[in-house]
């Protein structure tokens, strides 16, 4: 007899739970009652993500939300999921955007949206401890509420899985876009008063705004290439028929009691009638046994080709349309960060032309200190006392001598300057 739902998520009670993997200390002694005198490390295990897990189920059928705590062995054995991906939820790891389809769930890690979808319900991780707990929890809130929207005012034939991953994907896209209106809000008028007026305050404001815009591009291009790879596959996307598989499998447990039926009808049947030759038949057991088995392959045969033929429109159809969003939100990012580029070459350039500007000043001082140092010898020379130097006493010779000097100092630094120029050390 199936079980109810509720009672296969949740855990056994605790007092009945002691695994293998349960590790604890013995009871003191003397210490009354029978409980085993084990202690369980619950905080522990929530840290090595073996613990419980806070989850909302939504109901396929009713649409309703409840809140329960589920083990990871407890879903790995209901919905034949392995650990890794399970650990693609796991919110104390960082994983990238991520859709998984499996033979009984598809597992969906997109941006705030973590949840295991199945025929029957979704399950989406709530973790209250996360970094950005309280808008994860708002992200959660307003995931379930969508969900039972759309479950209540269900106008088309779409079936459940396909409901729940639309409205992830549309969650997802929506907190990506908004991100990306709020960097370009940011960026342009920044970008614009660099352009105008280099500040250092405003060059690292635009370095941090760059380092968030390829942390964004890159979170944004992985979800396009998940669902650009679902897309491109034909095979996960039949993966994901859920409710289709579940209906085809009903179909085949009863086909197979039909069958088992009329083999039990045919042995009794057999038991009852008149003894048969056994050189002209094989016994009645051994030929009931060949006609079951060829029955049973021909189902299975018809089963298999049958569902390797889902009508994947409805999935890719889906997909493609947010694949168009996220590819504009991805080309709005490419095209700001193409912006920012030209934004960092013209501002290059103009470092470029004030570090020009700087080293020709020098150059000029350089220059001009050189032709002030042959001045400032030569004074220095008629400064000094000599005796017996016929020169010093000729009436105005300083006078004439700074003259000359001068007039040489201007010749030669005209010189260096027509240097200069030729060799292009400075714009002509």
């Known amino acids: ?65 409840e809140a329960v705590e589920v083990a990871k062995p407890a879903l790995m054995r209901r919905l034949d999921l392995p650990a890794r991906d399970l650990r693609l939820l796991d919110p104390l790891f960082v994983y990238p ?27 989406v991780l709530r973790d209250p401890d996360a970094d950005g ?16 929207r759309r479950l209540v005012d269900r106008a088309d034939d779409l ?29 342009y008028p920044l970008l614009d008063e660099l352009t105008a007026k280099i500040s250092t305050l405003d060059l690292e404001r635009a370095r941090r705004l760059k380092s968030k815009l ?17 897309m491109d596959d034909d095979g996960d996307m039949a993966e994901m028929y859920l409710t289709e598989k579940k209906m085809r499998m009903e179909a085949s447990s009863l086909d197979e009691e039909g069958l088992q039926g009329i083999a039990g009808n045919n042995v009794f049947g057999a038991s009852v009638s008149a003894p048969v030759s056994p050189v002209s038949s094989p016994p009645a ?40 969003v996220i590819d504009y939100t991805l080309s709005k990012l ?13 501002i290059n350039i103009q470092l470029d032309n004030v570090r020009n500007q700087l080293i020709q000043f020098e150059l000029l001082l350089t220059t001009a200190t050189f032709v002030v140092a042959i001045f400032g010898v030569v004074s220095g020379v008629f400064g000094m006392n000599f005796e017996g130097v016929a020169v010093l006493k000729v009436p105005h010779a300083f006078e004439w001598t700074l003259i000359i000097t001068g007039v040489c100092g201007a010749v030669i630094f005209a010189c260096l300057l027509w240097y200069f120029k030729k060799r292009r050390f400075f714009p002509l």
């Open 214 to 230: 390829v942390a964004l591009t890159r979170r944004v291009q992985k979800v396009r290439d998940e669902i650009e790879q679902l």
């Open 133 to 148: 707990g309280a808008a994860a929890e708002e992200a959660v809130r307003r995931y379930v509420d969508e969900l039972q």
């Open 285 to 324: 057991p051994r030929r009931l046994e060949k006609q079951f088995s060829f029955a049973r392959s021909r189902h299975s045969s018809f089963k298999s080709s049958e569902s390797s033929q889902y009508n994947i429109e409805e999935l890719e159809m889906l997909l493609e349309a947010y694949f168009v």
């Open 159 to 187: 079936p459940f899985e396909f409901i729940a991953l639309e409205v992830a994907l549309e969650a997802a896209c929506s907190f990506l876009d908004a991100q990306a209106v709020e960097l370009e809000a940011e960026a």
């Open 97 to 123: 955007s991520a859709i998984l389809g499996r033979e009984r769930a598809v597992v969906c890690n997109l941006e705030r949206i973590r949840c295991i979808i199945t025929a029957d319900e979704a399950l």
């Open 334 to 346: 490419t095209s700001l960060k193409e912006y920012i580029d030209d934004t960092e070459d013209f």
């Open 1 to 65: 007899m199936d079980q109810d739902p509720k009672e296969r998520l949740l855990l056994p009670p605790r007092a009945a739970s002691n695994g293998p993997h349960r590790r604890g200390k013995p009871a003191a002694p003397g210490g009354g009652g029978g409980g085993g005198g084990v202690t369980i490390d619950v905080h522990g295990l929530k840290k090595r993500g073996g613990g419980r897990r806070s989850w909302v189920r939504v109901d396929a059928a009713t649409g309703a939300a």
